[in-house]
């Protein structure tokens, strides 16, 4: 089981620029693949960006390309999410992940396919 704590969400203004970190507990983390999901009131929880175990290869939802940037440091057990050019839709609860079935999301990207998760961690964009 992997235990995972977001941190760095906050109130920011259209076009503005939030980190987040996902520190997971957990012998080795590289063995996992990761992602972040998101939520906002009254929608289904939905993949926004993902990485394999490695670091090597990423993969994002259509409305984040080209302004949100997944990583990870594996000596510390961290996933980061860059967020640029930030729009009042990307206000969400947002929700780190690791991946049932190993360093790659081969399986897809549905929650389903997620088998820990983080408590969330509230991003707003105001306009």
């Known amino acids: 089981q992997v235990q995972l704590v977001e941190s760095g969400g906050g109130l920011v203004q259209v076009g503005g620029s939030l980190r987040l970190s996902c520190a997971a507990s957990?012998?080795?983390?590289?063995?996992?693949?990761m992602g972040w999901f998101r939520q906002a009131p009254g929608k289904e929880r939905e993949f926004v960006a993902g990485i394999s175990g490695s670091g090597g290869s990423a993969s994002y939802a259509d409305s984040v390309k080209g302004r949100f940037t997944i990583s990870r440091d594996n000596a510390k057990n961290t996933m980061y999410l860059q967020m640029n050019s930030l729009k009042p839709e990307d206000t969400a609860v947002y929700y780190c992940?690791?991946?049932?079935?190993?360093?790659?999301?081969?399986?897809?990207?549905?929650?389903?396919?997620?088998?820990?998760w983080g408590q969330g961690t509230q991003v707003t964009v105001s306009s």
């Open positions: 992940a690791a991946y049932r079935f190993g360093t790659t999301m081969w399986r897809g990207t549905s929650p389903a396919s997620f088998g820990s």
């Open positions: 957990v012998r080795t983390f590289s063995a996992y693949a």
